[in-house]
C-alpha cells in the first residue's frame, strides 16, 4: 500500500467518481481504478459500492479512508511546520464563508490582508454552513468563517466577533410606527426567509412567533440564497426580513428608514474561525484572525453586547 494508492481512494471518496478522483489527481481512470483494485485486493475488502452513482464508500471503506485521512494529515504537516518555524508568511490559506458574511465581511479585510502579506494567497469559497464542515473535514478547506456554537466534535472554535440582528422592513409596515422591535412582535409568516441551509434563515425562524399574520404579504412564495435579494423585496412589496448588523454599514441613507433595532437585549449571533482538530498553516491562521478583528467595529467584539441565538 503506497501513499498515491490512499491519495487516489480518498479522493474518490470526496469526489463519489473515479472521473473526477483521476481528474483532480492528474491520472487516467484506468490507472487510478487498478491502483484502487490492488488495495482492495491487498486487504481482502470491497471499499467502493461501484454499482452506486455516485459511489458510495462501504462501512469499512469508510474506516480505511478515516486512517489515509489521517495519516496524509499529519505527513502533510511538515512542510507547513517548516513555514511555521520560519519568519515570512508563505503559501495558500483554503477559506470558507457563509453567504449571510461573504458580502459583508470580505472586503472589510481582503485587500489588507493581501498588502500585509503578498506572499499568501487567499483561496475564498462562499458557502454553506454544512458545505464548510464538510470542506474542513476532508481538508478541502484550511478554515472557515461561519456562526457558532457548533455542537460537533473534532472542530475548534475560535469566536471573532458579536454581530446583532436588526429588522428590514416594507415602509408601510405596521412596525415601522414603532422606534423599537420586541422579538413577540415578529410573526413568521409576515417575514421574507432565506432558502433551507442557511443557519440565518434558523436563527430568524426561532426568533419569530407562530401567531396568525394579519399584514397584507401576498400570496407569494419565495425563498432566496441571498439577503440582498429579500431587502429588494420588502422595498418593492412588503413583510420583513431580518440582517446582520455587518450588512447596516453598506445601507445608503433613504434605505435606512427600513432598519429598526431590537429592544434590549438585542438578540446576537456569534462568528467564529472553524477549523479541524489538527489544525495545519496556524501562523497564516492567525494572520487572518488579526486582519478580520482589526477590520471589525470594536464594539462587535464583546460577548456580552446581546442576547445569543442559537442555530442548531
Sequence with gaps: MTLTQLEYVIAVDTFGSFAEAAKR???TQPTLSMQIKKIEEELGVTIFDRSKKPVITTDVGQTIIAKARE????LNCIPELIKEKSQAHLGELRLGVIPTLCPYLLPRFSLN????YPDVTLVVEELLSSQILEKLEKDMLDVGIMVTPLDMPGFVIDPLFYEIFV????SHHPLTKKCSVALQDLDQQDMWLLKEGHCFRSQ???MCTEQSSMSDRPPLRFESGSLETLKRMVESQCGYTLLPELALY???KLQRRHVRHFKSPEPIREVSLVTHRNILK???ITALK???LASVPKKMRKPDRGELVRWV
Design 167 to 170: 429588522v428590514y422592513m416594507s
Design 204 to 206: 430568524a425562524i426561532t
Design 71 to 74: 495519516g496524509l494529515r499529519e
Design 250 to 252: 453598506d445601507l445608503r
Design 113 to 116: 490582508f493581501a498588502k500585509h
Design 25 to 27: 489527481c492528474d491520472v
Design 282 to 284: 496556524q501562523k497564516l
Design 290 to 292: 488579526t486582519e478580520i
